[in-house]
């Protein structure tokens, strides 16, 4: 089957550095995205990965290793609006979005 | 960038009737277009997947009698929640999709409409 691991919840200090990780298992890989979602909104995109390496995009990261099966994402400076689930998405072989469960990211001053 | 609103934000109804939501990509044609639904902290789940012309893709577990969808253009599919309850109530949210050969296979969504049944 197809399985997306990321943790359920973090917790991080203003200023400071995190890193959420993502595990997947998919059949067939077209990419990887990291989506941004604030309580009662829709998701909005942040990064997409499909080629190994590490893309910045200002205080965002995204990080992916294909053979290994993971990514991460890396978020600088933490401020109190990055409050915020962060979802992972694996675009598979039939160019479906399979959809981790999130991860809660709380910023506490 | 690539916009899509979706109509109405929200709406409350009394169990039985239905629910018509539409979903409109702005500035660019989506060939697919795709429906998700979404719990109180859950995460998305896929309901169906609608390509332009043809009838949708439902996911398993997903009723079509109950949640017909039609993507008559490039630029409107509609999903009709038929004698919705009150376990229907829930998040939906629409996306599209540009082209599947591009660079970036990016999704993008609407703002969701919440529904709530009474």
């Known amino acids: 089957g197809q399985n997306i691991d990321q943790p359920t919840e973090m917790t991080a200090t203003e200023g400071a550095i995190v890193q959420i990780n993502c595990t997947y298992q998919t059949s067939g890989f077209n990419g990887l995205f990291w989506y941004q979602q604030h309580a009662g909104e829709a998701p909005t995109f942040l990064s997409y990965n499909v080629l190994d390496g590490l893309e910045e995009k200002g205080r965002f990261s995204s990080f992916l290793s294909r053979s290994k099966g993971y990514s991460y994402l890396l978020l600088k400076e933490l401020q109190m609006k990055d409050s915020a689930s962060y979802l992972c998405?694996?675009?598979?072989?039939?160019?479906?979005?399979?959809w981790g469960a999130g991860t809660k990211l709380i910023i506490k001053p | 960038g690539a916009v899509v609103s979706q109509h109405p934000s929200w709406v409350i109804c009394k169990s039985g009737t239905s629910v018509k939501i539409e979903c409109r990509s702005l500035?660019?044609?989506?060939?697919?277009m795709f429906w998700y639904r979404q719990f109180p902290k859950q995460s998305l789940m896929l309901m169906a997947t609608s390509n332009e012309g043809s009838k949708a893709t439902y996911e398993q577990g997903v009723e079509k009698d109950k949640f017909l969808i039609n993507h008559a253009s490039l630029t409107l599919s509609t999903l009709t929640v038929t004698s919705a309850h009150p376990e229907d109530s829930s998040f939906y949210i629409c996306?599209?999709?540009?082209?599947?050969?591009?660079?970036?296979?990016?999704?993008?969504f609407g703002p969701g409409t919440r529904l709530t049944v009474l």
């Open positions: 500035d660019f044609q989506a060939t697919t």
């Open positions: 998405a694996v675009l598979d072989s039939n160019y479906q979005l399979i």
């Open positions: 996306s599209a999709r540009l082209l599947r050969s591009s660079e970036s296979n990016e999704q993008f």
